[in-house]
């Protein structure tokens, strides 16, 4: 949020290279003449990291990830919560280790928090000085090269990365936030549905889906099962029967 005076503020968080690539983060403010002033640099993350992302929210709380050592074989993602004065007001949070190369902080809606890991979205909550995941999504295969993400709409993140599923084009996804969840979709598709089977209302049918389901191991003519549906679908029991 802005300072007392007005003044536009902008958090960054980088890896001090002069510093043994700690963590640290400072608070940059550019007053209506657009001159830049930096507070005093924080250290974050005493221990060497490897990529690291922050996002603000409304009421100036800051979403920071991170990526450092495990041990010798792995690396860990951790995320916490700074105030505007860069201060820790909540747990680390840290449940991705292995092989892991990018992370993004995001804030949608104005001021809640979520991330990209990889191949995997995730929402978080925040309260009480606990920072928690609700839930996680795989937008794709393999974990991609050159990712960034941003929250273009309220309930919407934009996902752009090179996709090594796809000879490391340039990709772009949108995943779509409701409620707790997160997905390529919760639009109304029925009209893309196929009804495999008859029923009447109230009923629960199989239905095959003519889009497009990006899966692993699949070969040409497999049925796709899942609980409640064949093929695939976005949510299960989105077609009612009227």
């Known amino acids: 949020p802005d300072d007392d005076s007005g003044n536009k503020r902008v958090c960054i968080c980088f890896s001090d290279t002069g510093d043994g690539n700690k963590g640290k983060a400072v608070i940059a403010t550019v007053d209506s003449a657009n001159a830049v002033t930096f507070g005093d640099v924080v250290t974050f993350s005493g221990g060497t990291i490897y990529a690291t992302s922050c996002a603000a929210d409304k009421t100036g709380n800051i979403l920071v990830g991170y990526i450092r050592n495990q041990d010798t074989a792995s690396k860990i993602a951790i995320f916490a919560v700074l105030n505007a004065e860069l201060n820790p007001i909540s747990n680390e949070l840290n449940n991705d280790t292995g092989n892991i190369v990018s992370v993004q902080a995001i804030v949608y809606d104005d001021d809640k928090f979520a991330c990209v890991i990889d191949n995997r979205a995730k929402l978080f909550e925040f309260s009480d000085g606990v920072l928690g995941l609700v839930t996680a999504y795989n937008y794709n295969a393999n974990s991609p090269d050159c990712l960034s993400a941003a929250a273009i709409e309220k309930s919407k993140i934009l996902i752009a ?82």
């Open 161 to 242: 990365f090179a996709n090594r599923s796809n000879s490391s084009y340039g990709t772009t996804t949108i995943l779509e936030i409701s409620g707790n969840r997160i997905a390529g979709s919760f639009l109304n598709n029925s009209k893309d549905a196929i009804a495999l089977e008859s029923g009447e209302g109230g009923n629960t049918i199989k239905l095959g889906f003519g889009g497009y389901c990006a899966c692993e191991g699949i070969t040409a003519g497999q049925t796709i099962d899942s609980e409640g549906i064949t093929a695939y679908s976005p949510l299960d029991g989105w077609l009612e029967i009227k």
